[in-house]
């Protein structure tokens, strides 16, 4: 198993979904055929090309074929995204602190989301609302 059959494996679209399909559970080629909405020979194309790549593994069990994810490759292509993923939420960690600094948000991270009620309702002894007024029937 390569890193590469790895990627080209999950470029497919259809592929990608028999893989979230199995991320719930292991499932037979008819349930993953039924969900996916494929045929049947285009579904096992598929799970071969999932299996060649060691994404898959598939068990026999009495009449039907069982596949289940491999955790193992999942887990090489984690490890290869993580310098990525990390600069990815440095990225977002800057742009965060800089959308802070423009709008003036405290450093606390909930305090200030929302106006303070005594800032846009300073004298909250009157009613907001005007009896007299007229009613926009009116």
């Keep these: ?4 059959s ?3 494996a999950l470029a497919d679209p259809h592929r990608r979904a028999i893989v979230a399909l199995l991320l719930e559970r292991p499932r037979a080629v008819g349930e993953i055929v039924e969900a996916c909405g494929q045929s049947q020979p285009s579904t096992s194309k598929h799970l071969r090309v999932l299996r060649d790549a060691g994404l898959v ?3 026999q069990d009495a009449q039907r074929r069982v596949y289940a994810l491999d ?4 887990a090489t292509l984690d490890a290869w995204l993580a310098p990525y993923r990390k600069l990815w939420n440095e990225s977002l960690d800057v742009l965060g602190r800089r959308l802070d600094e423009a709008v003036g948000e405290p450093s606390d991270e909930h305090e200030g989301l929302f106006p303070n009620t005594e800032e846009l309702f300073p004298n909250t002894e009157e009613p907001l609302l005007n009896d007299d007024a007229p009613s ?3």
């Design 1 to 4: 198993m390569s890193d590469a």
């Design 6 to 8: 790895l990627w080209t």
């Design 57 to 59: 593994r598939v068990r």
């Design 71 to 74: 955790p193992a490759p999942i």
């Design 136 to 138: 926009p029937k009116d």
